[in-house]
């Protein structure tokens, strides 16, 4: 592994070499803690970058997907060992790269450890089926097959564990990966691509294009050799990709926004629920498509939960991640910063009640970063703008409500259906709101946030396009069915016509 250091260059990574953009342009990733500490340089790459990419990456396809499926395992395998024995520097790196505060960052690597010790168990279990056929003496059966090229696309929010969701499955059906990171946290993703490369990866497998949306990404969407696209991102872009892909007939999978909600029943334990809203709505600074950005809570536990969440948020303690006291770290960037604020700004002007925060933090060594003060807005109605749009920052909104109906129908309420969760002690009510709760994922006494990667991920309506990461399915969408007949009767035999 190269040495992190503050004038570290370096360059796309295609075919197995480093190479400068084309255009000879460039970007600087920086500590969001400290926006005068540089992490790095890369190159800003164009379609010309891409298309190197690509080629290199069709090339290498052609042996990989030939490669039986448990050697390829074995290399996943392998590059989840090294993450393993890497784990603390790469969070290390995160936190200074992404923000995050280390023990958040530490479980980004492991959620990646995980994913690729679970998917290279599926090497020797890619089950295909075999099935009677209806005439004699014929055989059928299925096999999976890789798509070839495929494109992915990653957000620095999640900037190790999200590229192995998406490449450690993509590899290990046989495909051939051009990845193109978030241009906030480059550095984490060329980490992660190098303990493959270390485990033995071949060069080409998986190629990095580091740069902007516009440019690289609407590239490698667009690019006629790249058979499916695997996007997590915003809602405004995945209608881009999905558009794009769309008209080319591409596969196309999207994991989107998130305005998920807490639901706190009048019988629930306010305390642990109270527990699970610090940890869900600020935990990563609020920066997850799972983190608990609504709390709705029944009247009878309204005042309790209001007073002891505004008490427990108001001791978080901002600052740079990689100090063990801090408990919330910097927001990504400014744009992000500012974007955060202005939702204060409609917060109160919607007469919603700011009951903690709503402010940049710029005393001391905070001034130097991106910090935004924990925010909790409350007597929140669930129309109200701050109630359906997805802030990305450390804002929680609280939504009073009078029944548990009304609680499951505004949890229901917004475009987007990724992670709800529903605190009470009634085994009745739990299950009744497990049937109701339209989202990807439900949990039951436990925050939005925390999903397990052994289980499916994404979520219903505007969170994505009905596809799932990670879980036992994960294999599905990332290589198609090849349904195979051999016939041995020696004769010519008619489906649908000579079955006796
Ligand atoms: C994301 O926010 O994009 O469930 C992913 C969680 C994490 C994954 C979040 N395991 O919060």
């Given at each position: 592994m190269a040495v992190v250091d503050a004038t570290l260059e370096v360059g796309n990574l295609i075919g197995g070499a480093f190479q400068p953009a084309r255009a000879g342009r460039t970007f600087e990733s920086r500590n969001p803690a400290d926006s005068g500490d540089v992490v790095g340089v890369f190159p800003r790459s164009d379609n010309t970058d891409v298309d190197a990419a690509v080629a290199a990456a069709r090339d290498a396809f052609e042996g990989w997907r030939r490669t039986p499926w448990p050697s390829r395992a074995a290399i996943i395998l392998r590059a989840s060992e090294l993450l393993e024995e890497r784990k603390e520097a790469l969070a290390q790196l995160m936190t200074r790269e992404m923000g995050k505060v280390l023990t958040e960052a530490r479980g980004d690597v492991q959620e990646a450890i995980d994913m690729g010790k679970f998917i290279a168990g599926l090497g020797r279990h890619a089950f295909g089926e075999t099935v009677p056929s209806e005439l004699r003496d014929k055989w059928a059966m299925t096999m999976r097959q890789p798509f070839g090229v495929v494109g992915c696309i990653t957000p620095w929010n999640f900037p190790i564990a999200i590229p192995s969701w998406k490449i450690f499955p993509a590899i290990m059906a046989g495909n051939a990966v051009v990845l193109k990171p978030a241009e906030d946290t480059p550095l984490c993703a060329l980490r992660f691509v190098e303990a493959l490369a270390d485990a033995g990866l071949p060069a080409g497998v998986v190629n990095v294009v580091f740069g902007f949306g516009e440019e690289a990404g609407a590239a490698l969407v667009s690019h006629p050799d790249v058979a499916a696209i695997y996007f997590t991102g915003s809602v405004e872009t995945g209608r881009i990709v999905s558009e794009t892909c769309g008209r080319m007939l591409k596969k196309c999978s999207l994991e989107l926004g998130g305005k998920n909600a807490i639901v706190v029943l009048d019988d629930a334990d306010v305390e642990l629920a109270v527990d699970g809203a610090l940890w869900g709505a600020f935990g990563t600074a609020g920066q997850r498509c799972t983190a608990s950005s609504r709390l709705i809570v029944e009247q009878g536990a309204l005042d309790r939960f209001t007073s002891r969440l505004v008490e427990r948020a108001s001791h978080l303690r901002l600052g740079d991640g990689l100090d063990a006291k801090v408990d919330v770290g910097p927001v990504i960037n400014e744009t992000q910063l500012k974007r955060i604020h202005s939702y204060t700004e409609i917060g109160k002007g919607e007469g919603a009640?700011?009951?903690?925060g709503g402010e940049i933090a710029t005393e001391g060594a905070l001034a130097k970063g991106w910090f935004y003060r924990p925010t909790v807005f409350g007597g929140v109605k669930p129309a109200m703008r701050i109630a359906q749009e997805e802030i990305f920052g450390p804002t929680t909104v609280i939504i009073p409500v009078t029944s548990m109906e009304d609680a499951i129908t505004a949890a229901n309420s917004t475009q987007y259906g990724l992670s709800l969760s529903v605190y009470t002690n009634d085994l009745r009510t739990a299950f009744h709101a497990i049937n109701e709760l339209h989202s990807g994922i439900v949990y039951i006494n436990a925050p939005t946030i925390g999903a397990e990667i052994q289980l499916p991920f994404g979520g219903t309506r505007n969170t994505g396009n009905g596809h799932r990461e990670?879980?036992?399915?994960?294999l599905d969408e990332f290589s198609e069915w090849k349904s195979i007949y051999i016939d041995y009767s020696g004769r010519l035999q008619r489906a649908q016509i000579d079955t006796e």
């Open positions: 009640s700011l009951l903690l990670a879980g036992g399915h994960v």
